[in-house]
C-alpha cells in the first residue's frame, strides 16, 4: 500500500510559479510511474504530466507542455511538479498518483491517489 501525501500548494498571481511536491511511503517508490492529474470545479478529473520509474521519460498535457516541469527524486520518494508561467485555467485541485502503468495518461493506470492539494491562479 503506497500513502501519498501532496504540498506546495496556494495562491498565485497569473505568470507566477509553484512547486508541488508529493511525498510517498510504504511502497518501492522506484518501481512506480507517477503521474500529476488535477480537477477544476464542475470538471472532470485530467492528465497533467507523468514519469516513468527510471525518471528517463517524461510526458505532459498539451495544456501544460512547455510550462510545467514534473521530475522525481527516487532517494527521497518524492515526484515534483514545477509549475512556471500560470494561468488562470491552471486553477484546480492537483492530485499525484502511482502506478504500474501501461497507459500513462489515463486515470485508471493509477492505483494510488494522493488527497490533492489546491493551486488558485488569480488574474
Known amino acids: 500500500q503506497v500513502q501519498l501525501v501532496e504540498s506546495g500548494g496556494g495562491l498565485v498571481q497569473a505568470g507566477g510559479s509553484l512547486r508541488l511536491s508529493c511525498a510517498a511511503s510504504?511502497?518501492?517508490?522506484?518501481?512506480?510511474?507517477m503521474g500529476w492529474f488535477r480537477q477544476a470545479p464542475g470538471k472532470e478529473r485530467e492528465f497533467v504530466a507523468a514519469i516513468r520509474e527510471s525518471g528517463r521519460y517524461t510526458y505532459y498535457a498539451d495544456s501544460v507542455k512547455g510550462r510545467f516541469t514534473i521530475s522525481r527524486d527516487n532517494a527521497k520518494n518524492t515526484v515534483y511538479l514545477q509549475m512556471n508561467s500560470l494561468k488562470p485555467e491552471d486553477t484546480a485541485v492537483y492530485y499525484c498518483?502511482?502506478?504500474?502503468?501501461?497507459?500513462?495518461?489515463?486515470?485508471?493506470?493509477?492505483?494510488?491517489w494522493g488527497q490533492g492539494t489546491q493551486v488558485t491562479v488569480s488574474s
Open positions: 498518483a502511482a502506478g504500474r502503468t501501461t497507459i500513462v495518461r489515463g486515470r485508471d493506470s493509477y492505483n494510488y
Open positions: 510504504g511502497g518501492t517508490f522506484s518501481t512506480y510511474d
